[in-house]
């Protein structure tokens, strides 16, 4: 099973979160924030992975390190559970909700970076800062390895393009960890 158990306790945060790649889509999620719960829900469920998160941190400043954190031991997690050994490496998929379309390509290779082109209308959704969004993103890619490239080219409502990138994102991710045919590591250099 490709799994992982990644616990990081700071002055701003205290996380647990477990992760199985090989899972139903299970979420456990519980963050404080209303809406980042529901997004980390649907990135586990469109992603397969079974995913149990439980973040307390200082909401009374405001959600930036409970975001920013989840996203460095989700990162974490994933390192610790991918072996990119014989995996498809690459994934991309496009997410349409109704008025707004979000795309994400993306390469387990080890290699961090972020690119994003999304914006949004509001500074929040409920009590979750849209400028997190790919704050959250940049956390994961430098923590688990993963070359990122999210778009959204058009979109209106800012709870519809933050809930398909999260969605793009996870099934790209499904995509990427799955079995490559060749049983072996997917790289001319023969190493990730």
């Known amino acids: ?38 997004m980390l829900t649907a990135f586990a469920v469109h992603s397969g992975f079974d995913l149990t998160v439980k973040a307390k941190g200082d909401l009374e400043v405001d959600s930036h390190h409970t975001i920013e954190d989840v996203g460095i031991v989700l990162g974490r997690a994933f390192a610790q559970a991918v072996d990119r050994g014989e995996i498809a490496r690459f994934g991309s998929f496009f997410v349409p909700m109704d008025e707004a379309l979000a795309n994400c390509s993306l390469d387990i290779s080890g290699r961090a970076y972020l690119v994003f082109n999304a914006e949004f209308a509001n500074p929040l959704i409920g009590q979750y800062d849209t400028a997190m969004t790919e704050h959250f993103f940049l956390s994961f890619a430098n923590n688990a390895g993963v070359t990122l490239h999210i778009n959204v080219p058009y979109g209106r409502d800012d709870h519809h393009k933050a809930e398909a990138i999260y969605k793009a994102v996870a099934h790209s991710l499904k995509i990427a960890v799955q079995p490559n045919s060749k049983g072996e590591v997917l790289s001319s250099k023969g190493v990730l």
């Open 1 to 38: 099973m490709r799994t992982a158990e990644v616990t990081r306790t700071t002055r701003e945060t205290d996380i647990t979160l477990y992760l199985n790649l090989d899972g139903t889509g299970k979420a456990e999620i519980s963050t404080g924030i209303g809406f980042f719960d529901h």
